[in-house]
């Protein structure tokens, strides 16, 4: 099931942060859409990739995107459906049950905002 995957997702991440600390970067997907220029250049430095401001410009690009969310692609980054879910909160009640406690989840993104 659906909360079955959850709890192996939350399992595995809690395990690697308790087993190497600090090594894994977190983003809350939150973070990244209210500050996107902001975040790219850190993920990236993080990552081990150079910057390149086109990164911010990847909805722009005409080259083809393979996956089923091509039109997102195309949109950019926007915040405008962080909360779409809630439409649709009586229908995941039960899910919401089989999370159990772990549907609150503190997590906070680990890398700062750039400061340039």
Request: no cysteine; charged share 30%.
């Given at each position: 099931s659906l909360a079955r995957l959850y709890h192996?997702?939350?399992?595995v991440m809690e395990h690697w942060d308790k087993v190497l600390p600090g090594r894994v970067t977190h983003i809350?997907?939150?973070?990244?859409?209210?500050d996107f220029p902001g975040m790219?250049?850190?993920?990236?430095?993080?990552?081990?990739?150079p910057w390149d401001p086109a990164v911010?410009?990847?909805?722009?690009?005409?080259?083809?995107?393979?996956?089923?969310?091509?039109?997102?692609?195309r949109k950019g980054v926007y915040s405008h459906h962080l909360k779409g879910w809630k439409r649709y909160?009586?229908?995941?009640e039960p899910l919401l049950k089989?999370?159990?406690?772990?549907?609150?989840?503190?997590?906070s993104?680990?890398?700062?905002p750039s400061t340039s």
């Open positions: 192996g997702y939350r399992d809350r997907y939150e973070d990244l859409v209210k790219a250049p850190k993920i990236l430095e993080k990552a081990g990739v911010l410009e990847f909805h722009q690009k005409k080259h083809a995107v393979n996956t089923l969310s091509t039109t997102q692609v909160e009586e229908f995941l089989r999370i159990g406690s772990r549907v609150e989840f503190k997590l993104t680990s890398l700062a």
